[in-house]
């Protein structure tokens, strides 16, 4: 895999409309939660604008992730700055991996749970959700530590393409 100086146009965008909509999941997952809970009371898995928005929404952050890690393959990623300890070198890509897994399984097992009425699919999903949120966290966090403490100026990779 080749590694350019940034990222590209493309991937700049793609990675900022995933972050838009998992945090719109974040935000708006009350109704599908409320929904999916009644569900499981009733055996009846009704339809309603949180069920269908969180599963549209789901299904758009499964392509936008395929489409990523394609362009991804194709374009490649920057090497991590210089400054930057070996060891968060490693933990930067089990990070960056464990991002496109995540935003892989999440929808796949919604599906399941919802689509296909499985329980268990039901509490996989939100063990991922809260692995998400605290990989978002950390995602977060990091970026913070390149740019204010270690000053590597890595947060200008999502904001100006190579």
């Known amino acids: 895999m080749s590694h350019p100086n940034g990222y590209s146009r493309l991937q700049i965008r793609l990675h900022w409309a995933t972050a838009i909509l998992v945090a719109l999941q974040f935000i708006f997952h009350e109704g599908v939660s409320n929904a999916y809970d009644v569900a499981l009371d009733t055996g009846v ?20 992730t395929i489409w990523r890690f394609s362009v991804r393959r194709k374009h490649g990623a920057p090497l991590p700055p210089e400054g930057e300890p070996a060891i968060f070198k ?3 890509h089990v990070a960056h991996m464990a991002f496109y897994a995540l935003l892989v399984l999440l929808p796949l097992s919604g599906v399941a749970a ?4 499985i329980e ?6 939100e063990i991922l959700k809260t692995l998400m949120l605290l990989l978002i966290i950390a995602h977060i966090g990091a970026a913070l530590i390149h ?3 270690w000053k590597t100026n890595l947060m200008d990779r999502m904001r100006r393409p190579s």
């Open 45 to 64: 898995y009704a339809p309603s604008l949180a069920v269908a928005g969180h599963g549209l929404f789901g299904m758009l952050i499964l392509v936008l």
């Open 90 to 92: 490693k933990l930067s």
């Open 114 to 117: 919802w689509g296909g009425q």
């Open 120 to 125: 268990a699919a039901g509490n996989i999903h």
């Open 147 to 149: 740019q204010f403490f």
